[in-house]
């Protein structure tokens, strides 16, 4: 990516993380409850922390070798276990003039379910094997400017090794900090990888804010570490399916975002009235989504009560922070309202 001079920081600019800059593309609101949460960036979209945990498959056939050895040693350790189980109890079963069928039947399905759920994880582990086993060579053209479909296991086939990056990466002159989840590295090149949120029927699109984040990081490689990085990969969710975006396409969304978020942030550190939300997201905004609340909480924070239809209170991170109702899918099915 080449330099330009539009990207550089003034010297009353604040530093601070891509994933910061991204929320503020999305919206400004969401980019102020990200800065003033803090958190740094992983090059994830952050999940909602109230929903089911997710299996994390491995991303690298060595650890895909590793987990199936763990698993089967696991099973092997385990085994005997519930069988010497069932034996005593149908015993013990018979001796006390229960039912010895009954009770094997109940124990066993007990028993054996930590080995039926072994056994469905070595499946998966040998399907994703054969299928990064089975997989080709292929990798993006650096000259095309549209977005291109890529596989995981074709890049890693291409001669791309898989890195954590072990540090974040610092651009004094943008004043900008980010950290991709993982870096593909061969030769001279490096491609930082963001994974996307899930999100139901928009799993695979993508939006502005992915265009700044790509652009930001493949600018953070280049600046650090003197390599190129053409394009960057967003992988959509769990899943090894991806895009590749092209830097030098994706650096106008870059522009943009820099000049919105320092404007944005000098407003809120000035106490000016706050930005107004992007309503065309709001719908969908995890920041936006409620959740239930204690009352002592609310009040605690100084909150006025939200309530639902169902009676309940609910909170949400830009309610609390802008003192509003977002108007959230899930606020306007519950209903809420100020007391």
């Known amino acids: 990516m080449n330099s330009d001079t539009e990207l550089l920081a003034k010297e009353d600019d604040p530093w601070f993380g891509v994933n910061v800059l991204t929320e503020f593309v999305f919206c400004p609101r969401a980019g102020i409850?990200?800065?003033?949460?803090?958190?740094?960036?992983?090059?994830?979209?952050?999940?909602?922390?109230?929903?089911?945990?997710?299996?994390?498959?491995?991303?690298?056939?060595?650890?895909?070798?590793?987990?199936?050895?763990?698993?089967?040693?696991?099973?092997?350790r385990w085994m005997p276990v519930p069988v010497l189980s069932v034996l005593i109890t149908v015993v013990a079963a018979w001796r006390l003039g229960w039912c010895p069928a009954v009770v094997g039947i109940f124990f066993t399905a007990g028993m054996f379910k930590p080995i039926v759920s072994a056994l469905h994880q070595l499946r998966e582990l040998k399907a994703l094997y054969d299928y990064a086993q089975s997989r080709k060579a292929a990798e993006p053209d650096p000259q095309e400017q549209s977005n291109q479909p890529v596989d995981w296991w074709e890049l890693q086939k291409a001669g791309f090794e898989v890195f954590m990056p072990p540090r974040k990466l610092e651009d004094e002159k943008l004043r900008l900090v980010g950290r991709p989840w993982r870096i593909l590295r061969r030769g001279g090149e490096?491609?930082?990888?963001?994974?996307?949120?899930?999100?139901?029927?928009?799993?695979?699109?993508?939006?502005?804010?992915?265009?700044?984040?790509?652009?930001?990081?493949?600018?953070?490689?280049?600046?650090?570490?003197?390599?190129q990085s053409p394009y960057g990969i967003v992988l959509f969710g769990y899943t090894f399916r991806g895009v590749a975006i092209n830097a030098a396409v994706a650096s106008k969304s870059l522009r943009t975002?820099?000049?919105?978020?320092?404007?944005?942030?000098?407003?809120?550190?000035?106490?000016?009235?706050?930005?107004?939300?992007?309503?065309?997201?709001?719908?969908?905004?995890?920041?936006g989504k409620p959740f239930v609340t204690r009352d002592s909480v609310t009040k605690a924070r100084g909150v006025a009560p939200v309530i639902g239809i169902d009676g309940r209170e609910y909170r949400s991170e830009c309610g609390d922070r802008f003192s509003w109702i977002p108007p959230h899918a899930k606020a306007l099915e519950k209903r809420l309202r100020k007391t």
């Open 257 to 287: 975002g820099l000049a919105n978020a320092r404007e944005a942030i000098r407003e809120v550190k000035q106490g000016e009235t706050p930005p107004a939300p992007m309503a065309a997201w709001c719908s969908r905004c995890p920041h």
């Open 190 to 227: 490096q491609i930082p990888v963001f994974k996307k949120r899930v999100d139901g029927e928009n799993a695979t699109s993508i939006y502005e804010q992915h265009y700044a984040r790509m652009a930001a990081y493949c600018r953070l490689l280049e600046s650090c570490t003197g390599s």
């Open 33 to 76: 409850v990200e800065i003033e949460k803090q958190r740094e960036d992983e090059g994830e979209e952050q999940e909602d922390q109230r929903a089911n945990v997710h299996y994390m498959p491995p991303h690298q056939l060595v650890e895909v070798v590793q987990e199936i050895e763990r698993v089967t040693n696991s099973m092997a």
